[in-house]
Nanobody
Framework: QVQLVESGGGSVQTGGSLTLTCAAS????????MAWFRQAPGTERDGVAR?????????????YYAGSVKGRFTISKDNAKNTLTLQMNSLKPEDTGMYYC?????????????????WGQGTQVTVSS
């Protein structure tokens, strides 16, 4: 059974930092491409950051960031511990939302949510001004 469990969410003020962690268990060999998504109330689930072998880069492991978080967020993966981390700095109110960990057995090729087969339950991040 594949399971992704997020932790580390919370409430911070503008400019603050949070570190989200996703613990993966089960058939972790299926977690080839991993990513973080976020969803604010009434909006679609959007990709924030992704790490894994990239189809467009000859399958080299690479990272991708949404433009709105580039330079502020850092994604990392620890294969030995089966964890995915998102370090979030200089947080803004528009970063508020439910953050989800996602994984897929294929190489990374999209930041659309339909490209990921496995999902966690989410952790809430709230940034106040």
């Amino acid at each position: 059974q594949v399971q992704l469990v997020e932790s580390g969410g919370g409430s911070v003020q503008t400019g603050g930092s949070l570190t989200l962690t996703c613990a993966a268990s089960g058939a972790t060999r299926r977690f080839n491409c991993m990513a973080w998504f976020r969803q604010a109330p009434g909006t679609e689930r959007d990709g924030v950051a992704r790490i894994g072998p990239n189809f467009s880069k000859n399958y080299a492991v690479s990272k991708y960031y949404a433009g709105s978080v580039k330079g502020r967020f850092t994604i990392s993966k620890d294969n030995a511990k089966n964890t995915l981390t998102l370090q979030m700095n200089s947080l803004k109110p528009e970063d508020t939302g439910m953050y989800y960990c996602a994984a897929d057995p294929r190489y990374c090729y999209t930041m659309n949510s339909v490209g990921f087969d496995y999902w966690g339950q989410g952790t809430q991040v709230t940034v106040s001004s």
